[in-house]
């Protein structure tokens, strides 16, 4: 983790894909650089955290159905048996990959996450090791 300060910043915007829009920014940081590893027009991708969550329990965001109008989301819950149920749920943090579940769900409970391209049919829900950050 290295502390900087901006000193000048500008934005463009790219999209990445037909249905999501990518933003970029461009921006010089004053970055300690002590022992010389850093150079002149070198590039970063970098994360700014905007919330945190230590110990949540997460489902895959794709596992979300549509966003109720108290908030709340449907799951669908795969039982023991093999059923498919569908259950309500409260989130808190969701960056639209990992989505910080509430109410609703208890660890190791399994939910079908709806985009099997990027995530398995079913998901465990789990506790990361280390803290949820955005």
């Known amino acids: 983790t290295t502390t900087s300060s901006t000193t000048s910043s500008s934005s463009s915007s790219s999209s990445s894909s037909s249905s999501s829009t990518a933003i970029y920014y461009d ?16 590039t970063a991708q970098v994360s700014i955290i905007i919330d945190r969550a230590p110990d949540a329990l997460t489902i895959p965001s794709s596992a979300l159905g549509t966003r109720a109008a108290d908030g709340s989301y449907m799951v669908q819950v795969l039982g023991a048996d093999g059923t498919i149920t569908p259950r309500k749920v409260t989130v808190g943090i969701d960056n639209n990959v990992q989505a910080q579940i509430l109410t609703g ?8 996450a709806t985009n099997t391209a990027t995530v ?9 090791r280390g803290p949820m950050g955005f």
């Open 105 to 112: 769900l208890e660890e190791g409970e399994r939910v079908v």
């Open 27 to 42: 921006a010089l940081f004053d970055v300690p650089n002590p022992d010389g590893k850093l150079r002149i027009s070198m």
């Open 120 to 128: 398995g049919t079913n998901m465990q829900a789990r506790r990361p």
